[in-house]
Nanobody
Framework: QVQLVESGGGLVQAGGSLRLSCAAS????????MGWYRQAPGKQRELVAL???????NYADSVKGRFTISRDNAKNTVYLQMNSLKPEDTAVYLC???????????????WGQGTQVTVSS
């Protein structure tokens, strides 16, 4: 079974920084892409950042210049460095991975459990 486990969330003041981590574990053949989504109360889930196997990255306009996504292929881990945090960034952040498991089969979409990020004024 492939699992994604996030860590690094917490409470931070506006202007502060956090780094989220998401580690993929289990029987993994390859990881094509990993990304971070967030869902705030009363809001639809949105893509925050995505990094592909070639390390090309996309960001939501609201976080460009403030957030950086990166990955460590050896550790099957993706990171989200969040700087200059704003109260509007408050949300549950969820890790998403497009992963090919070991054995028969193809690409599958996996989700982590989510980690809470709260930015206070």
């Amino acid at each position: 079974q492939v699992q994604l486990v996030e860590s690094g969330g917490g409470l931070v003041q506006a202007g502060g920084s956090l780094r989220l981590s998401c580690a993929a574990s289990g029987s993994i053949r390859s990881i094509n892409a990993m990304g971070w989504y967030r869902q705030a109360p009363g809001k639809q889930r949105e893509l925050v950042a995505l990094i592909r196997s070639g390390s090309t990255a996309n960001y939501a306009d609201s976080v460009k210049g403030r957030f950086t996504i990166s990955r460590d292929n050896a550790k099957n881990t993706v990171y989200l460095q969040m700087n200059s945090l704003k109260p509007e960034d408050t949300a549950v952040y969820l890790c998403n991975g497009w992963i090919v498991p070991s054995g028969a089969g193809g690409l599958h979409d996996y989700w982590g459990q989510g980690t809470q990020v709260t930015v206070s004024s």
